[in-house]
């Protein structure tokens, strides 16, 4: 996979990192949906943000665990520090306009048009740094090291059979997958490196960490902020809403309600009073908040506590090892999220739209793609109008599938708006404004 480099003075492994750093396809995500909408505010995470995020927390993982005294490394694990940080940079660049909503959209109608293996964002990360995003030493793709696209692998297998339940390492391979047939060559030769079936690299599993991380902790941050989040409410005992909030989440994740109380309590003590009313952006409010996401970051990567740690003896466990008791943290934090915003009717609202956004433009550009449609191919956006022409009349409904898709998520949520309001009439632009480059 890997060619010999333009001499430099950086090792492959921080090349790679710089390539991820310095794509098209990354700088995209500024304008790509963590949450809320993109562009709505400036104080809410978007998806670069967040990503940048993700790669210092799991940087700073990489660089403390594997010397921490409760890892078990027998077998010489080797973590490196600039491959966890590629990968978790590359963790969100397949990622379509407005989020998760058109991730099931976009699965949705390509498996309509008869490709089971529908459509997935980290399967579209991977694709990206293989096969789509430039790089002027290679054919296709970022041409990458091995090491960094099995680290890029969240979920390291191609789509599973429907109705087909968890596999060993408790994910169903149905609902989440990490790679498209297309690109079958390059994932069993970075998978070479592992030599356990579909257990993610130390790597990745420490990219997925910092992941939960990032999203329980800052996302809680931005809607409190924001006066979504009533996380003064929470932190107070005895409170309907506290009562509510923790009854749902028994419900949903299992977690009883005592122990519940037991995690918001410790949270209300790190913050002391000031968490006990709503955000007002005092000096005080601010010192306070920043000073709780970083005890709560360092508590999870296991500074604060323990109960994080490295292991490679056992074949049937993962290499990153978390106690229940901090999973289970996470977990709640997370749902702050998914209760107060992701539930909420004002964003299920701005949802359906997207949803039409994405449903009318798949629409309209399989048709432009597919050459026995006799639809006008130049109304699809460069690059992909270039291969879109090249198609032969019995190219496959797959084929067709992936360059709409591909073309779709190289779009930014304001250039996707603004292309369906052109192909659709809504909303003709400029003639000089392009959508993309």
Same mark, same amino acid.
């Given at each position: 996979?890997?060619?010999?480099?333009?001499?430099?003075?950086?090792?492959?492994?921080?090349?790679?990192?710089?390539?991820?750093?310095?794509?098209? *396809?990354? $700088?995209?995500?500024?304008?790509?949906?963590? /949450?809320?909408?993109?562009?709505?505010?400036?104080?809410?995470?978007?998806?670069?943000?967040?990503?940048?995020?993700?790669?210092?927390?799991?940087?700073?993982?990489? &660089?403390?665990?594997?010397?921490?005294?409760?890892?078990?490394?027998?077998?010489?694990?080797?973590?490196?520090?600039?491959?966890?940080?590629?990968?978790?940079?590359?963790?969100?660049?397949?990622?379509?306009?407005?989020?998760?909503?058109?991730?099931?959209?976009?699965?949705?109608? /390509?498996?309509?048009?008869?490709?089971?293996?529908?459509?997935? =964002?980290?399967?579209?990360?991977?694709?990206?740094?293989?096969?789509? %995003?430039?790089?002027?030493?290679?054919? $296709?793709?970022?041409?990458?090291?091995?090491?960094?696209?099995?680290?890029?692998?969240?979920?390291?297998?191609?789509?599973?059979?429907?109705?087909?339940?968890?596999?060993?390492?408790?994910?169903?391979?149905?609902?989440?997958?990490?790679?498209?047939?297309?690109? $079958?060559?390059?994932?069993?030769?970075?998978?070479?490196?592992?030599?356990?079936?579909?257990?993610?690299?130390?790597? %990745?599993?420490?990219?997925?960490?910092?992941?939960?991380?990032?999203? %329980?902790?800052?996302?809680?941050?931005?809607?409190?902020?924001?006066?979504?989040?009533?996380?003064?409410?929470?932190?107070? &005992?005895?409170?309907?809403? $506290?009562? +509510?909030?923790?009854?749902?989440?028994?419900?949903?994740?299992?977690?009883?309600?005592?122990?519940?109380?037991?995690?918001?309590?410790?949270?209300?003590?790190? =913050?002391?009073?000031?968490?006990?009313?709503?955000?007002?952006?005092? !000096?005080?409010?601010?010192?306070?908040?920043?000073?709780?996401?970083?005890?709560?970051?360092?508590? @999870?990567?296991?500074?604060?506590?323990?109960?994080?740690?490295?292991?490679?003896?056992?074949?049937?466990?993962?290499?990153?090892?978390?106690?229940?008791?901090?999973?289970?943290?996470?977990?709640?934090?997370?749902?702050?999220?998914? @209760?107060?915003?992701? &539930?909420?009717?004002?964003?299920? *609202?701005?949802?359906? =739209?997207?949803?039409?956004?994405?449903?009318?433009?798949?629409?309209?550009?399989?048709?432009? /793609?597919?050459?026995?449609?006799?639809?006008?191919?130049?109304?699809?956006? +460069?690059?992909?109008?270039? /291969?879109?022409?090249?198609?032969?009349?019995?190219?496959?409904?797959?084929?067709?599938?992936?360059?709409?898709?591909?073309?779709?998520?190289?779009?930014?949520?304001?250039? %996707?708006?603004?292309?369906? =309001? !052109?192909?659709?009439?809504?909303?003709?632009?400029?003639?000089?404004?392009?959508?993309?480059?």
């Amino acid at each position: 996979m890997e060619k010999s480099p333009k001499r430099d003075q950086r090792e492959p492994f921080q090349r790679d990192r710089d390539r991820i750093l310095y794509t098209q *396809a990354f $700088r995209r995500l500024s304008g790509i949906t963590q /949450v809320a909408r993109a562009e709505e505010s400036y104080t809410y995470h978007d998806r670069l943000s967040h990503s940048l995020k993700v790669a210092q927390i799991g940087r700073r993982i990489a &660089e403390y665990l594997p010397d921490k005294s409760a890892s078990e490394i027998r077998h010489g694990l080797e973590v490196d520090e600039d491959v966890t940080e590629t990968a978790a940079l590359a963790h969100d660049i397949g990622h379509p306009p407005f989020g998760h909503i058109a991730e099931k959209e976009l699965d949705r109608q /390509v498996r309509d048009r008869g490709v089971e293996e529908g459509f997935e =964002g980290n399967a579209q990360s991977f694709r990206i740094v293989t096969n789509i %995003a430039p790089h002027n030493d290679c054919d $296709r793709g970022l041409n990458l090291t091995l090491a960094s696209l099995n680290a890029i692998l969240k979920y390291p297998w191609m789509r599973g059979d429907e109705g087909m339940g968890e596999n060993r390492w408790g994910q169903n391979e149905h609902e989440k997958w990490g790679v498209y047939e297309s690109e $079958r060559p390059e994932f069993e030769e970075a998978r070479a490196l592992e030599p356990v079936d579909k257990r993610q690299s130390a790597e %990745a599993a420490i990219m997925d960490w910092a992941d939960d991380l990032a999203y %329980a902790v800052h996302d809680m941050e931005d809607f409190y902020r924001s006066g979504i989040l009533p996380l003064e409410q929470l932190l107070s &005992e005895g409170t309907p809403e $506290r009562q +509510n909030f923790l009854t749902d989440v028994e419900d949903e994740l299992g977690i009883p309600v005592p122990e519940g109380e037991d995690i918001l309590d410790w949270l209300r003590n790190q =913050g002391g009073r000031t968490l006990l009313s709503p955000f007002k952006g005092t !000096r005080e409010e601010r010192r306070t908040l920043d000073y709780v996401s970083s005890t709560l970051i360092q508590r @999870y990567i296991g500074k604060e506590k323990g109960g994080v740690y490295l292991q490679d003896h056992d074949p049937s466990e993962p290499y990153l090892q978390i106690d229940d008791e901090l999973m289970n943290e996470v977990s709640l934090l997370k749902h702050m999220t998914v @209760y107060y915003v992701i &539930e909420d009717t004002a964003l299920r *609202a701005q949802q359906r =739209g997207q949803r039409e956004v994405i449903r009318n433009l798949f629409d309209i550009l399989f048709n432009a /793609v597919d050459p026995t449609d006799g639809e006008d191919t130049d109304i699809v956006p +460069n690059p992909f109008r270039e /291969v879109a022409k090249d198609l032969s009349p019995s190219a496959s409904n797959k084929r067709i599938c992936r360059i709409v898709t591909d073309t779709i998520t190289n779009m930014t949520e304001k250039q %996707a708006i603004q292309l369906h =309001g !052109r192909l659709t009439g809504r909303s003709p632009g400029s003639l000089q404004e392009r959508i993309l480059y």
